[in-house]
């Protein structure tokens, strides 16, 4: 129990003026560690206590406090950890408690954060338009109006060195985002009004709550840069996984001279005429020589190995190259290695994150909730996002990414979040790449 002391009028002492009132018929009783009964028939009734605010009731009490003790009265002092304190700093379960509620409202893994779907006025036609019309940007740019002005100016970009190539790509991206912006505007510029009144279509908003909770464009931003690197493990894991299981059934089979119409395939991928079926055949041990049993598994095994090898090369051929693939080249050595690299930067960093932003998570995504639940069109535009990048071998890691872009997106209603994202990413890919290659590493074996 809380001790408490009586101030009433027997105590032989000159207390301060506000003191003076327990001579009244409403006592007032101060509790040592900072509580105090109410001194209003309003605050006493049942005779509950009523807890001061940290802060400058606890100032006032132990003021007071000192004051009698100055008077010779026995009070013994504050504990630590009592009421007035933990007001002050809090308990630390209540700190502990706090902190789990801030977890909790995380949600992470609560579909009904991201299940609201936008208010779509148009039509699957504009939809398959506006697509079309970045299709048309990207071809068309790249594929025939830039290689036609050069070629008008007498310029082959055939011959460009690696700088020229980055100025040049530089150059096709920024048209490409520019006229796909352009195609998209005047697609949609008709439900300017519908889009004003629902208020969450194409928001670029750095103001908006950067860091909150439920929808803070940066936080979840970062959490999203996170996942990214989680997911995309996961499933390269797994498709490693697979491959090995793959490479060893090949082993196997060859080892037992059975050749699969697998391994005939490769041979006849990379130029080689299909061999027949005993030609890696393991003989019975041999009694032809000294050694000779061991040379003939010693061969035998390095006619496996070879098959093998030969085998999962094809396999990776046949995926096509990476989307990393045609940047390796424009990286290299040289004196404006820093350039390009900025160049490549900007490219990769700033012009591609809003492009395909805008395209795939703001306008494909947001559009096929008309028809699909939210969740389904990051799935759907995911899939057409690493599909657009055509690059069979990263397909299953771009989809990954574009879910997780999706998500993060559907849950803060900010292409600041996706887009954020998207640069890290990619900036970080390619920041790594130049780093290894500076060093002598083997990008195409890493």
Known sequence: AMASISIVASVGV???RRATRVTRTWRTRFDVDGCRRASSPAKARGGRLALRAAGGGVDEDEKLKSFLRRKGVPIPPSQPGSIAERAAKGTPSAEASSRGDDIAELRFFDLDTV?????VPWGGWRVFFGLSGWTASFVLTAGVVAPVLLALNGVDPRTFDPSQKTEYLLAIQAAETGITFGVLWLLLRG?????????DWFVIDPGRDAFGVEKGWLRWALYGYVAVFVS????ATLF???EFALDAFNARNSR???PTEAVEATHRRIGEPARDAGEFAVDGPKTGGPGGATGDATDANAAVRERVLAQNAARRSADGPGTIDAVLPLIGGGDDQGTRLLSLLAVTSVFAPALEEVVFRGFLMASLTRW????GAVLFSSVVFAGAHLSARDFPQLVCLGMVLGFSYARTRNLLTPMTIHAMWNSGVLVVISVLMATGRDIPGL
């Open 232 to 235: 995309i493990a996961v499933v």
């Open 115 to 119: 299940r609201e779907r936008w208010e």
């Open 14 to 16: 000159s207390v301060p």
């Open 240 to 242: 490693n996984v697979g």
């Open 372 to 375: 699909l639940p939210t969740p």
């Open 256 to 258: 037992a001279g059975t």
């Open 191 to 199: 439900y300017r009004d519908d889009m004003d009144a629902a208020g």
